[in-house]
């Protein structure tokens, strides 16, 4: 019996790492600091917006949540909207509107979970 509870845990464990889905990372190769809102597919299929993560110049990091878990997704298909904060004007932005907090976002479509912002004044 302890056996069977045994192997129905790790099953379980299976399962979750299974739709852990493929960790959202961005890359700041920019000489300017940067703050990203992003839209996104969370494992479970429905479409989440979160903001803001603030990055360094040259920083890369994998997105948290508040709640200190990995944003996550399996869809190959994102949107983020990225501005400098250094009162520069540089920003990322597409075709996509999409509300994050209180703010109207025009947002780019990324096709990969792992996105690079590079500026044109470095």
């Given at each position: 019996?302890?056996?069977?509870?045994?192997?129905?845990?790790?099953?379980?464990?299976?399962?979750?790492?299974?739709?852990?889905?493929?960790?959202?990372?961005?890359?700041?190769?920019?000489?300017?600091?940067?703050?990203?809102?992003?839209?996104y597919?969370?494992?479970?299929?429905?479409?989440?917006?979160?903001?803001?993560?603030?990055?360094?110049?040259?920083?890369?990091?994998?997105?948290?949540?508040?709640?200190?878990?990995?944003?996550?997704?399996?869809?190959?298909?994102?949107?983020?909207?990225?501005?400098?904060?250094?009162?520069?004007?540089?920003?990322?932005?597409?075709?996509?509107?999409?509300?994050?907090?209180?703010?109207?976002?025009?947002?780019?479509?990324?096709?990969?979970?792992?996105v690079?912002?590079?500026c044109?004044?470095?």
């Amino acid at each position: 019996m302890f056996d069977l509870a045994l192997q129905s845990a790790r099953i379980g464990q299976l399962v979750r790492q299974a739709n852990c889905g493929t960790a959202i990372e961005f890359t700041n190769s920019c000489a300017h600091p940067v703050q990203i809102a992003i839209m996104y597919q969370d494992v479970s299929g429905q479409w989440a917006r979160e903001g803001w993560w603030s990055f360094s110049s040259r920083e890369t990091s994998t997105l948290q949540l508040t709640n200190g878990n990995t944003v996550s997704t399996n869809n190959a298909r994102m949107y983020f909207y990225a501005e400098a904060t250094d009162g520069s004007g540089v920003v990322w932005n597409g075709a996509t509107r999409a509300n994050v907090g209180a703010r109207s976002l025009a947002m780019q479509e990324a096709r990969s979970a792992g996105v690079n912002l590079t500026c044109n004044d470095d």
